[in-house]
């Protein structure tokens, strides 16, 4: 049974850096051909998809959100981690990280989740 839990600061002032690590446990974030994604959802709207990291190491991230994203791992410690920079108060959100099967996986296709990381940014 694969676990995720993401971890990280609750709070973070406008322009910072957001870091999020997820840690992934009963089963190795190399293995083919997984992708693991950074997800979040604002207080009353929908899923938004940031990026992966796929098996790989590649990334690939959401056009709306890359220039402010980075999305790196730690195979030793079976982790990836995610960075969003300079950050506003819009990008209070649930932060969540997921496995998919595909790089374009709908979300019924996510096969596990963590429970999510409440962020809030401050002004």
């Known amino acids: 049974q694969v676990q995720l839990q993401e971890s990280g600061p609750g709070l973070v002032k406008s322009s910072q850096t957001l870091s999020l690590t997820c840690t992934v446990s009963?089963?190795?974030?190399?293995?083919?051909?997984?992708?693991w994604n950074w997800i979040r959802q604002a207080p009353g709207k929908g899923l938004e998809w940031i990026g992966y990291?796929?098996?790989?190491?590649?990334?690939y991230y959401s056009p709306s959100l890359k220039s402010r994203t980075s999305i790196s791992r730690d195979t030793s410690k079976n982790q990836f981690t995610l960075q969003l920079s300079s950050v506003t108060p819009e990008d209070t959100a649930m932060y969540y990280c997921?496995?998919?099967?595909?790089?374009?996986?709908?979300?019924?296709?996510?096969?596990?989740w963590g429970q999510g990381t409440q962020v809030t940014v401050s002004s």
């Open positions: 997921a496995r998919a099967p595909a790089p374009s996986s709908s979300w019924s296709e996510y096969d596990y």
């Open positions: 009963g089963g190795s974030i190399t293995t083919n051909y997984y992708y």
């Open positions: 990291i796929a098996y790989s190491g590649s990334t």
